[in-house]
Nanobody, 115 residues
Framework: QAQLVESGGGLVQPGGSLRLSCVAS????????MSWYRQAPGKERELVAG????????NYADSVKDRFTISRDNAKNTMFLQMNSLKPEDTAVYYC????????WGQGTQVTVSS
């Protein structure tokens, strides 16, 4: 069955960097639009960044523009989120999502930005 598995989260100091990965299986990854979402405690889940199936088109939330970069490797069924200049307000559980005819979600990975 379809599966998305995130990794790469952790504890980082403000100003630091992390790289999240999302490995997909069980569906044609290269045909799906992929996105990263995040959910902080007490807040709604929000879109962080999205990328088109072939990788040529990306979009970002205003709060992460110029700090985060989304990318994908269709040969390896993997999506990435490079996060630089991290802020405490970036603390959240980060989820990957795949959308086409169906929608799939990963289980999430915790990112904590704190000194």
């Amino acid at each position: 069955q379809a599966q998305l598995v995130e990794s790469g989260g952790g504890l980082v100091q403000p100003g630091g960097s992390l790289r999240l990965s999302c490995v997909a299986s069980g569906f044609p990854f290269s045909m799906y639009r992929m996105s990263w979402y995040r959910q902080a405690p007490g807040k709604e889940r929000e879109l962080v960044a999205g990328i088109s199936p072939a990788g040529g088109g990306t979009n970002y939330a205003d709060s992460v523009k110029d700090r985060f970069t989304i990318s994908r490797d269709n040969a390896k069924n993997t999506m990435f989120l490079q996060m630089n200049s991290l802020k405490p307000e970036d603390t959240a559980v980060y989820y990957c999502q795949a959308v086409r005819s169906k929608t799939y979600w990963g289980q999430g990975t915790q990112v904590t930005v704190s000194s």
